[in-house]
């Protein structure tokens, strides 16, 4: 009996743990890119963003996230040396951004052991045995997606985006997750 006891308690130590890690893991930022294998990002020297009105932005209390976004692809690129061009009509690339939010659902199932002896009582035959638990979780996901077209040919040769779960203090003081997620994104740009 006390042999059972001990290895149900790591088993359950071993679960929580592992949802811990995993649940643990949900709110990281996720990034990926894809690019144009014909493109020739070495000749890219100037820059302009797209001018347009961001009215999928679907976080109507801070109407700023879309202006810190542009803001900050500015100064990252110019960090890295490229130059803003005044005339957009002379930039080597355009960029464009996108942002929004949506609610997404969560479940997991996963093995539960029910407490007890099994079958037949302490001396009985069986032992613990297994169910299933379902775990349900709301939360809202915002994405962040970088586009880099040429300027000349008005081709579309890379794409960048970000994912994270947001927080009620991402959305409260949004400046430096957004600065985090479009460094994250532009880390990939220009491609090797």
Known sequence: MIRQR???RYSWVGLVLTFGLVSGCAT????GSDYDRSATFRNYQTFTVMEREHLGLENPLNPLVAARVEDAIRADLRERGYVEASDPQVA???IDFTI????RTDIATYPQAY????WGGPR?????YWGDAVDVRQYRE??????VFDAHS???VWHGWAKKEISDDDIEHSAGPVQRAVAAVLAKFPPP
Request: with cysteine; proline share 6%.
């Open 142 to 147: 915002g994405t962040l997606s970088i586009d």
């Open 100 to 103: 929004g939010s949506r609610e």
């Open 92 to 94: 080597d690339f355009t």
């Open 28 to 31: 990281e930022l996720r990034v």
């Open 115 to 118: 407490a007890g002896c099994g």
């Open 154 to 156: 008005h081709r579309p």
């Open 6 to 8: 001990i290895g149900t």
């Open 124 to 128: 009985g035959w069986g032992g613990p």
